[in-house]
């Protein structure tokens, strides 16, 4: 046996590497602990001299037989070490040109002296287990380091000192490697090579070198010649030009990438054209191609760029900075495959196979994008779920991160200046600042947002809006955000480009939002079709928060304008600083780090409690003054309008917004949004339909109203809040509201609505009535009555009975009759105030000669509730004093028979033909994958399928929309588009006069 380091007496026991050779090991897979582990060192030049027989010093590379005993040791001398030995450097230089990579020792005399070339064993296997079962494949390299490399992640290697290192020579004679003759005296088998398949597999630049490619094509003889089944594998080059060893490639691509091209060059060796070709003539193999199938060439494609590039489905094609994913176009990945190409030295690369092989390999799916607990900086990654700070990793495929630091230490006082100064001290308002920054900046998951919300900042020039702005774009970074312009929110392609982006922002936009509908769905999250041009579209979600800053707020239809309602959110910037600091942009710009340890410090569930409240004075009349609907009729009708046709009320309707610059919705949705202005009422008669508009000038949408009705006691500022506003960073922790009135449902601590059942509701004797003002709670006399107690909710606990009478409550019981206040004062639970309103609505109800049906419907004409008990105090007052303002109808006296008169006779009308034809061009064509249909005029969705020669139908499932109602709606476009049908209804009108005028009988 060969003397092992430990044994030999002139060798230092202590194994040791220096810096050089640790590095050299692991950039070839060999870490430290592995190299003690199975006897790398170095060696001084003496130990060298006992390796070896030449004094220089280098990395002693121990040679493991079958048996896992050391049998020898090479030397591998790397660039410094040939310092130790100028001499020998010079020798070799002068003698063969160049120094060598390995240095083994010299033949000796003795036979076992003269077989210097060696086969390697990787220690860390069962060669015993491996050499007896030969369906187990084996792969033999060159160099035992690559061995050793390949073995570690499970795959079995046998080292050869070099490519022609199979034999020995031996006095004349040459002798194949004993250590693989591997001979057995089976019955079946006579080695244990028969009927193994065998990888061989060298360096990548073998497709330019004849002299490796011979030997191994000798070596694969001398496999086959034992009964082996020996096949080629070809590892491929790198784009950039670099060669692979398998040491290398399993460094740079992993244990995964080679056994799948293993693999595939193991099928291909028994195909039709494998690369390794047997000549039976010849009895020789040869290299019969070296440039692989189409299939081969995407996987080895795959195997070097896998780790550089990846494809999501539905978006492109992303590449690795070293910090995240970033998005590059086609063209770019396909110059990468050219470079590839010629690296590999292949003739053709435009086989179809090729890339589309490279590409599903290298598709991930959309879910694996952007995890919704990791967010990306310059210097690493934070879990927000641990709050763990982690380095940059493509596993998490990040696409985008954030432009400076995490640092939490870091601090903002310029910016917190700012902001005091561009609020007004504000507290509430700078928290509702903060908590959009933290909302925006908080990674998404691809679901539905929590919170549906969209912000409109308002303001001048000068009074900071700008820089508000600027430092919210800096904080997401220039990447990270994308224009968004609210009349191209149907250019699907636009919306592509919002995709994943944190930010939507547009600093100065005007005009008009074109298709509210879409602008909903992206403040909520929810699907919307995206083109990615020249590939293709599809529906997904764009994960983007939209902040829009103007100086006159955007018009928007009625249509879809209550999702608008609900999502809209404002922040005003009205305050000029007195001392303005040119300076400032940079100063903040510089503690951006700060900036984001600040809005941070806000709780994802804080953020989703402040972005409840909204300035909803702002909000209302932002609101009411940009809804073109509502708008045209302020304008039009500040008096009202007792009687108007629907197709005058809309030709008014298309000349205002031409002359102001709105764009114009088609008549329905401009029908279907009247029906959403509170008191415009659309009625018919016999012979006509009309509307009935009241006056408009001090028109304001009720559900602004009732929400700013909402005060908290004792606190300042806060007048006008859907909640309880909140300071500081921590969340508003009084109790729930109970009993509220005067407030919509939404915004009381109830779970239930008006529950009667409470049993702590009942009060055992009666004290004064306290009624709320917005200062606090304090006695209230009332000019009508008495009042008798109502006792407020506090924190320490409930009362036996407590109600919190709104603003809106107050007023009202200061202008109602005496018995309807009577109830309140009464009022023992609110089981007993539910039931004196119930009472006194059916009261009037049977006073008025009406059912209960009649009842339900008036009411929900009055209040938009299908159900009563959804409804508020306040809204319960409303209607019953309503109804005691209609007067009991008389019934008509019969009237005596009258001698009618011979009147002359006028024929009726007879309306056009609806043709089809005619009807297409005035149709809404549909979008993404109902593009061939049209809008319905019935339900208004892209499902109306129209052949002018065979019909029409709606395929709406959800509506199951009536084919006569479809047919009454194209008599409407018929009317308004048609110059045939517009003449039908003049003298239609016309008719209709001369027949209630009285001078004619039709």
Request: proline residues 5%.
């Amino acid at each position: 046996m060969y003397p092992s380091r430990q044994s030999n007496s002139n060798i230092v026991a202590q194994n040791v590497l220096n810096d050089d050779h640790k590095s050299y090991l692991l950039s070839r897979g060999i870490n430290e602990k592995v190299a003690f582990k199975y006897g790398f060192y170095t060696a001084s030049p003496s130990e060298a001299k006992t390796l070896i027989g030449q004094q220089l010093k280098g990395l002693a590379i121990p040679c493991y037989d079958i048996d896992k005993e050391v049998v020898a040791h090479r030397l591998r001398p790397l660039k410094n070490d040939w310092y130790s030995n100028q001499e020998l450097k010079d020798f070799y230089l002068e003698s063969k040109g160049e120094l060598p990579k390995f240095l083994s020792k010299s033949k000796g005399e003795t036979t076992e002296e003269q077989r210097i070339n060696k086969a390697y064993f990787p220690p860390t296997l069962d060669w015993k287990k491996i050499q007896q079962k030969s369906s187990i494949d084996i792969l033999i390299t060159e160099g035992e380091i690559k061995a050793l490399a390949c073995s570690l992640h499970g795959i079995p290697t046998i080292g050869i000192s070099g490519v022609n290192n199979i034999y020995n020579t031996i006095g004349k004679m040459r002798e194949f490697l004993p250590e693989l003759e591997w001979d057995c005296d089976e019955e079946f088998r006579s080695s244990y090579w028969q009927g193994r398949n065998v990888g061989l597999c060298f360096d990548s630049d073998i497709v330019s070198k004849w002299q490796v490619q011979r030997a191994l094509c000798q070596l694969a003889k001398e496999i086959k010649a034992r009964g082996g089944k020996p096949f080629m594998i070809l590892l491929p080059t790198e784009a950039n030009g670099e060669k692979n060893g398998l040491d290398d490639f399993l460094v740079k691509h992993g244990g995964e990438a080679l056994e799948r091209l293993i693999q595939q060059f193991k099928i291909l060796q028994k195909s039709k054209s494998p690369i390794l070709a047997w000549d039976n003539e010849e009895k020789q193999y040869s290299l019969q191609n070296l440039e692989p199938i189409a299939s081969i060439k995407g996987l080895m494609a795959w195997s070097c760029l896998k780790d550089s590039l990846v494809h999501r489905e539905g978006y492109g094609w992303y590449e690795w900075d070293n910090k995240k994913w970033k998005l590059v176009s086609e063209s770019k990945v396909m110059g990468l495959l050219q470079n590839f190409r010629y690296s590999n030295e292949w003739l053709n690369l435009n086989d179809k196979t090729v890339f589309e092989d490279f590409k599903g390999g290298l598709s991930k799916s959309e879910v694996e994008f952007n995890r919704s607990n990791i967010l990306g900086f310059n210097n690493g990654y934070l879990n927000t779920d641990t709050n763990e700070f982690l380095p940059h990793d493509k596993s998490y495929y990040v696409t985008s991160i954030l432009p400076f630091d995490y640092n939490p230490k870091a601090t903002c006082e310029s910016w917190l200046n700012f902001l005091n100064q561009s609020l007004g001290n504000d507290t509430q308002k700078i928290e509702y600042a903060r908590a959009w920054m933290r909302w925006i900046l908080t990674p998404k998951n691809n679901n539905k947002f929590p919170i549906e919300a969209t912000l409109w900042i308002v303001g001048q020039q000068g009074t900071g809006k700008g820089t508000f702005l600027n430092i919210l774009s800096n904080l997401v970074g220039e990447e990270n955000y994308g224009v968004f312009t609210p009349e191209a929110i149907t250019d699907t392609n636009m919306l592509f480009g919002l995709v994943d982006k944190k930010l939507a922002i547009n600093q100065d936009v005007t005009g008009f939002i074109s298709n509210i509908g879409v602008y909903n769905r992206i403040c909520s999250n929810e699907l919307v079709n995206v083109w990615n041009k020249y590939h293709n579209q599809f529906a997904t979600r764009l994960n983007t928060v939209t902040v829009l800053a103007m100086n006159k707020p955007l018009s928007f239809s009625g249509n879809g304008s209550e999702g608008l309602k609900r999502r809209l959110h404002v922040l005003t910037f009205d305050r000029p600083p007195e001392n303005p600091d040119y300076d400032l942009s940079e100063k903040l710009e510089s503690e951006l780090s700060g900036i984001f340890s600040w809005v941070w410090g806000l709780s994802l569930t804080d953020t989703k409690q402040k972005l409840k409240w909204r300035d909803t004075r702002a909000t209302s009349e932002i609101y009411e003054s940009q809804l073109t609907e509502l708008l045209f009729l302020r304008e039009t009708f500040p008096d009202g309008c007792g009687h108007i046709t629907p197709s005058d009320l809309y030709q008014q309707f298309a000349e205002w917004c031409k002359n102001n610059g709105y764009g114009v919705s088609n008549s329905q949705n401009f029908y279907l949004s009247l029906k959403k202005i509170d008191g415009v009422v659309g009625d018919r008669t016999r012979n006509e339909r009309f509307y009935i508009i009241p006056p408009m000038g001090d028109y304001h949408d009720e559900s602004f109203k009732n929400a700013e009705t909402f005060t908290i006691t004792g606190r300042d500022g806060c007048d006008g809040c859907d909640t309880p506003p909140v300071t500081g960073s921590n969340p508003y922790t009084a109790g729930g509201v109970t009993g509220v009135t005067g407030l919509t449902q939404k915004f009381s601590g109830q779970k239930e609505k008006n529950n009667f059942d409470s049993k702590n509701s009942l009060l055992s004797e009666s004290k004064p009535v306290t009624l709320q003002s917005q200062q606090g709670f304090d006695p209230v006399t009332n000019p009508v009555t008495e009042s008798k107690p109502v006792t407020p909710h506090t924190q320490q606990g409930l009362q036996p009975f407590e109600l919190i009478l709104s603003e809106a409550l107050l007023q009202k019981l200061d202008t109602i009759d005496k018995d309807l206040l009577q109830i309140f004062n009464n009022a023992k639970s609110e089981r007993n105030i539910f039931d004196g309103l119930i009472s006194a609505w059916k009261n009037e109800v049977e006073r008025l000669g009406k059912n209960k049906q009649w009842s339900k419907s008036e009411f929900k004409k009055k209040t938009g509730l299908d159900n009563p008990m959804d409804a508020d105090y306040v809204q319960w007052l409303d209607f019953i004093s309503y109804l005691r303002g209609l007067k009991v109808t008389p019934k008509p006296s019969p009237k005596k028979a009258e001698v009618k008169k011979t009147k002359k006779f006028i024929p009726k009308p007879e309306a056009p033909e609806v043709n089809l034809s005619d009807v297409l061009p005035h149709l809404e064509p549909g979008t993404g994958k109902h593009k061939r249909n049209y809008v319905c005029p019935c339900c208004e969705k892209d499902y109306l399928s129209v052949n002018p020669g065979k019909g029409y139908k709606c395929w709406n499932k959800e509506t199951n929309c009536d084919t006569k109602e479809i047919f009454k709606g194209f008599v409407e476009i018929l009317k308004e588009h048609n110059p045939t049908w517009q003449q039908y209804e003049r003298d239609f009108q016309q008719w209709q006069d001369e027949i209630n005028g009285g001078g004619a009988n039709g």
